[in-house]
């Protein structure tokens, strides 16, 4: 089982819809991080999260909102995503910085109508 | 942009062989490099890591090896078992990572 829990497992959502990922960790990581993965592909950063602050943001679509209410836990809202968004989001943390290890949840696979 | 490549998209080895999985990179000022293992339906699971002022290190059946001067880096697997077959990321970077393209290992029994 993984340490870093994500919700939900699949999600179906029209392009209209608003919905949120949710990432949690309770290893008192401090740096959490979003990953898209595209089929037979790597994963590719999204967001960086440092002690609860946003600290990179790789041009993601503003249609992709991160938040980080606390320490453990990590969001991802969804509002009007296009089909090319269908994808699997990967949640990390590492301990507080990028050069360590980052524990990896079984991701989110999002499905866009 | 800065890239990490793998040479080798699959790789089939029998059961117990040694498998060498290679990933070069381009950006000279990264200075931490991560090998994942992802199996199907599973995130990427830390495997070894090392720092650039280190050549080689070794975890339990598994050594990754860092050559900076031509920016290279693999990854050797130990009489590989078929709970090893799965795909095989490098990761390069500083302040953030970059992912190889992967590569998918198969065991042969």
């Known amino acids: 089982d993984t340490e870093v829990t994500q919700t939900p497992k699949h999600l179906v959502m029209g392009m209209t819809n608003k919905k949120s990922l949710k990432c949690e960790q309770h290893?008192?990581?401090?740096?959490m991080y979003w990953y898209k993965q595209k089929a037979k592909k790597p994963p590719e950063l999204m967001f960086v999260?440092?002690?609860?602050?946003?600290?990179i943001n790789e041009s993601v679509p503003s249609r992709f909102s991160p938040e980080c209410p606390n320490s453990s836990l990590l969001n991802l809202h969804l509002h009007a995503l296009q089909p090319e968004d269908s994808a699997l989001y990967l949640c990390?943390?590492?301990?507080?910085?990028?050069?360590?290890?980052?524990?990896f949840g079984d991701g989110t696979r999002l499905s866009i109508l | 942009g800065e890239n990490v490549g793998l040479h080798l998209p699959t790789l089939s080895v029998q059961e117990g062989d040694n498998s060498i999985i290679n990933c070069a990179y381009s950006n000279s000022a990264s200075d931490y490099f991560i090998w994942y293992k992802q199996e199907s339906g599973k995130g990427p699971q830390f495997i070894i890591d090392i720092r650039s002022n280190m050549d080689k290190r070794q975890g339990q059946r598994v050594t990754v090896l860092l050559n900076k001067t031509v920016k290279h880096l693999s990854l050797q697997i130990a009489a590989t078992q078929p709970g090893d077959s799965a795909v095989y990321f490098c990761a390069e970077g500083n302040e953030k990572l970059t992912f190889g393209t992967g590569t998918r290992l198969t065991i042969i029994p």
């Open positions: 990390a943390s590492t301990r507080d910085s990028s050069r360590q290890p980052q524990h």
């Open positions: 290893m008192g990581h401090r740096a």
């Open positions: 999260y440092s002690y609860e602050k946003l600290s």
